[in-house]
């Protein structure tokens, strides 16, 4: 195994990283919304400490822009089919600037109904999730997202991979602190990590994954090179996974994790999948008192012993970032202005 990265840290502020990362994509092919939209997630991830969905993400953008596997240039198609249902056609590009052109009527309907829900077909998904999600708790709503990804995961009990790393992210309301917001893979790891772990030359703790054989192994390469991920929690997992190929592509439109050939796109990285998001407002139940009985359970979590909450270390790694800038190697720093040449 190589040594890990020795490159020097350095602080960029928030608006100058996703202002570097937005002139990188439209230079490589992204109008200038969908551009936006990329930047401000894959900045606010690095912001917060997900470096996974960070600045690593841009070079697999910017390849995939040149495979012609992704339309950059895409301008999502809204329809209004229920009282309580949105559908998008990201026609082909990103699903960021799809939940952007339906989210004012996704909200809309959210709180003439109580419930509503937002599903995206055509779409790509390379970024984190979490940031779909939040800023709805930041306006008292409730919401859940699912996306699912290109085939790696192999189900519990089975000898190939079938799903893909298949997020679930969720956020809510708390009073008087940061929304309670967290971004799961149902893989034992998610794709990115084992890559950075790949780059980093760095072994993973057993139970990630097994290498082309079918055998255990704690080497990421041995995974992404013919191998495949497992589910976290085995069969628990596994069911979970099989519930966001459901609901994120067969309830969408979108294509299942095994339903796209990339193969002759070379330099294609984003899964062409499809993703779900459903938003409640819990004003309709509980009133003004919802946040209050988040507060209420945090507390009681914290009593018997639970010292730190689902997406509290994004906070913290936001609040010195908004302070002292956003933490990027060195090395990632001059990646990235290298691909603005």
């Not at 990329?38 to 690095?46: K, V």
């Not at 794709?191 to 080497?219: K, N, S």
């Not at 994790?257 to 993703?275: I, L, R």
């Amino acid at each position: 195994m190589s040594a890990p990265s020795t490159s020097p840290v350095v602080r960029v502020p928030l608006a100058e990283l996703q202002a570097l990362l937005q002139a990188i994509l439209q230079r490589h092919g992204c109008s200038q919304p969908v551009a936006a939209a990329l930047a401000h997630n894959c900045a606010s991830a690095q912001r917060d400490g997900a470096h996974s969905h960070g600045v690593f993400r841009i070079p697999g953008y910017v390849s995939t822009l040149a495979s012609g596997w992704v339309d950059g240039q895409a301008e999502p198609q809204v329809s209004d089919v229920a009282s309580g249902y949105v559908r998008v056609d990201a026609g082909g590009g990103f699903a960021q600037p799809a939940l952007a052109a339906a989210r004012a009527l996704l909200v809309e309907k959210a709180r003439s109904a109580g419930i509503a829900v937002l599903a995206i077909h055509n779409s790509h998904h390379f970024a984190a999730l979490w940031p779909d999600v939040e800023p709805f708790a930041d306006e008292g709503l409730v919401a859940l997202s699912v996306v699912n990804s290109m085939t790696c995961v192999v189900p519990h009990g089975a000898r190939k991979p079938l799903f893909g790393t298949n997020p679930i992210a969720f956020a809510a309301p708390c009073a008087g602190s940061d929304p309670i917001v967290f971004d799961m893979a149902t893989s034992a790891m998610a794709h990115g990590d084992v890559q950075i772990a790949a780059r980093e030359g760095q072994l993973l703790p057993p139970g990630i994954g097994v290498d082309a054989d079918g055998q255990p192994t704690c080497e990421p390469k041995a995974i992404l090179e013919g191998g495949a991920l497992l589910p976290f929690g085995g069969h628990k997992g596994s069911a979970l996974s099989m519930m966001v190929e459901l609901l994120a592509a067969a309830l969408t439109g979108g294509n299942f994790s095994w339903e796209f050939d990339w193969s002759g796109h070379p330099g294609a990285k984003t899964p062409w999948t499809g993703q779900l998001i459903i938003v409640i407002d819990p004003s309709k139940a509980e009133g003004d008192r919802f946040a209050q009985r988040s507060r209420e359970l945090v507390e009681q979590m914290q009593a018997v012993g639970l010292t730190r909450m689902p997406g509290e270390r994004r906070y913290r790694e936001r609040e010195v970032a908004l302070r002292d800038g956003v933490a990027v190697s060195e090395d990632e720093l001059q990646g990235l202005k290298q691909l603005l040449v």
